[in-house]
């Protein structure tokens, strides 16, 4: 086999991977329900493309194949998900995916996110401050007569 073939492959199995994975960490780390369907088609994009890198590779059109159904899918997938976005915007007006834990079953118990502690008070940094404007600042004699260095 060619290396340049092999060359190629492992250049859109590692582009393919980098999608998948920042999908991957933009769908757990996000609570908007809008990021988190834009992760999940990067991710099916992720696949899309090491599917058709696996199938030149190979000179078979099988993953070209599988790509044109993972679109179907991913084109239903928007509808739905927009569907469901809109459903819940209108009923909560968040997008946040902890408002879905209101529609659960009547036995299923409540799920009790766990609240970030507070952060204790900081006093506020004497940063100097400007004087208003047209009265001379008061400066001590010691700061204009005394120089530590020249």
């Known amino acids: 086999m060619p290396s340049a073939e092999v060359s190629l492959l ?3 199995l ?3 991977a980098m999608l998948f994975g920042i999908g991957l960490v933009g769908f757990i780390a996000r609570r908007n329900m809008i990021v988190m369907f834009l992760a999940a088609e990067l991710m099916l994009q992720g ?3 090491s599917l058709v890198a696996w ?3 190979h000179n078979d059109f ?3 194949v599988l790509v044109i159904f993972i679109i179907a899918v991913a084109a239903c997938e928007a509808a739905i998900a927009l569907v469901l976005i809109l459903m819940l915007f209108e009923r909560s007006g968040k997008l946040d995916v902890a408002v879905w834990h209101a529609l659960r079953e ?3 118990p409540a799920f009790l996110d766990q609240e970030l502690p507070e952060e204790p008070d900081r006093e ?3 940063d100097p401050t400007l004087p208003p404007a ?3 600042p008061s400066i001590s004699p010691d700061e204009t007569e005394y120089r530590p260095h020249v």
């Open 124 to 126: 506020p940094p004497n």
């Open 134 to 136: 047209g009265v001379q």
């Open 47 to 49: 696949v899309s493309v």
């Open 106 to 108: 009547e036995n299923q």
């Open 62 to 64: 099988g993953g070209q």
């Open 10 to 12: 492992c250049d859109y």
């Open 55 to 57: 199938g030149r590779f």
């Open 14 to 16: 590692f582009v393919g």
